[in-house]
């Protein structure tokens, strides 16, 4: 982190900054006062004049509308037709920067995607479209096909299968529409790279989709961590180390991903999480336990009156709620896991840990399931499916202080 710069006044401009990373980024990268700042359309000329502020970030949906207040941009800024980066110079003028640029250009380098000679589809028409599509074109892209709303259907796309390089630059699948995907990526069996500029969640749609199939593929946040580091140069008028970049981005993805916890009824899911909820101060979810709220009924109640489906609806309904949560504890139910349907919702945020607990450790007492069928039975018919959700796997042992610690060991948390 840079010092001496204590009086020194930055920010964000935006409209809806509730779920910005930019104040935790910034935070990191130098000791300067960085506040929020959300302003309706009519407020912006008036803050940009005359807000308190030395240095500010710009975001969306600003970075056109800036520009008349601005003395002067950058080549960059010019060209693009957007700021993101301005600085109240000493005699008062202002000057208008685009980081984005870098930013996408660094994300590029890090996730080791190579355009030159590639054809490029970018998904989305508005400004960060015109950002990728720039970069795209100083790496030498053979090709650079931007498909909008109205372009984006089965018979447009058809024409371009054959594209190598797929770039969203749209806002579908972001928080807190997780669900949304703007492309099947399936469409195009020669893709070799995947850049998506949502950072929220870690995983969107079109990220598993290409991760299921083993494409290369990079999410928003290094692109958003690197644009921030080259502001702050803009700012004080002096170079940071490009090294800064991946630590902090490796900080946050580890604050803002869950640790949700699967295994059989009995294991020590809850029991585990209460720990690591105590030792990180992680706020703690029990799904059974939101059922339960949900259903206005015990668990046993919703098997005895209302059946096992009725249950994994409710189930499934609380893994995309919670799931959408980030730098959480989960604790699942033992057979969240028999829907293949709720992975996606618990991976797009989560670190997935299967626990495993000799049978004979097992406690069954007020589980439904685990008393009508048998524990053997329900390990034979799970053990599977607990570690295909799996991302890693601990044993469970008889301390939980042990358990927390192979748990640590595992994810790094020491």
């Given at each position: ?7 020194f ?46 240095a500010?970030?710009?975001t ?20 693009l ?14 000057y ?12 590029l ?62 806002p579908?699948?972001m ?41 290369n ?16 140069e ?22 803002q ?15 585990l ?27 046993p ?19 995309e709620?919670?799931?959408k949560?980030a ?20 991976h ?27 524990v053997?039975k ?6 599977p ?18 358990t ?11």
């Open positions: 982190m840079l010092t001496g710069y204590k009086d006044r930055a920010g964000l401009l935006g409209r809806k900054l509730g779920h910005s990373y930019s104040k935790i980024i910034h935070k990191d990268l130098v000791d300067y006062t960085y506040e929020m700042f959300e302003r309706e359309e009519d407020e912006v000329g008036d803050f940009i004049k005359n807000g308190p502020f030395d500010i970030n710009v969306v949906p600003y970075k056109k509308t800036v520009i008349p207040f601005l003395d002067e941009l950058s080549d960059t800024a010019q060209k037709g957007a700021v993101n980066t301005i600085v109240r110079r000493r005699d008062g003028t202002l208008g920067d685009n980081t984005d640029v870098y930013g996408f250009s660094y994300m380098d890090i996730a080791r995607i190579d355009v030159k000679d590639k054809k490029s589809i970018v998904l989305g028409a508005g400004g960060a479209s015109a950002t990728v599509c720039e970069v795209l074109k100083r790496r030498g892209a053979s090709e650079i096909t931007v498909v909008g709303r109205a372009d984006n259907n089965p018979e447009n796309l058809a024409r371009h299968s054959d594209a190598e390089i797929i770039v969203n630059a749209t579908v699948g928080y807190p529409e997780n669900e949304g995907v703007p492309v099947d990526i399936r469409l195009f069996p020669k893709c070799v790279g995947l850049a998506d500029l949502i950072y929220n969640p870690a995983r969107t749609n079109i990220i598993c989709d290409a991760e299921d199939i083993g494409i593929r990079i999410n928003g946040l290094t692109m958003l961590v690197a644009q921030a580091k080259r502001a702050c803009v700012f004080l008028g002096r170079e940071i180390e490009d090294s800064v970049i991946p630590e902090i981005t490796k900080k946050i993805e580890k604050s991903e869950n640790i949700v916890l699967i295994g059989m009824p009995g294991c020590g899911k809850s029991t999480a209460r720990k690591v909820s105590e030792k990180l101060g992680r706020a703690l979810v029990d799904t059974d336990e939101e059922i339960v709220k949900l259903a206005g009924k015990s668990i109640e919703i098997f005895a009156q209302d059946g096992e489906d009725a249950f994994r609806d409710l189930e499934s309904q609380v893994a709620r919670v799931g949560m730098g959480v504890v989960i604790a699942t139910g033992g057979g969240i896991i028999k829907r293949e349907k709720n992975y996606r919702p618990l797009r945020n989560g670190r997935i840990v299967f626990l495993h607990r000799d049978i004979n450790e097992l406690d069954t007492s007020g589980r439904p399931l685990s008393q009508r069928d048998g053997e329900l390990y034979r018919e799970r053990l499916l607990y570690r295909r959700y799996a991302d890693c796997e601990i044993a469970v042992e008889k301390d939980p202080n042990e927390y610690n192979n748990l640590a060991d595992v994810l790094g948390l020491k």
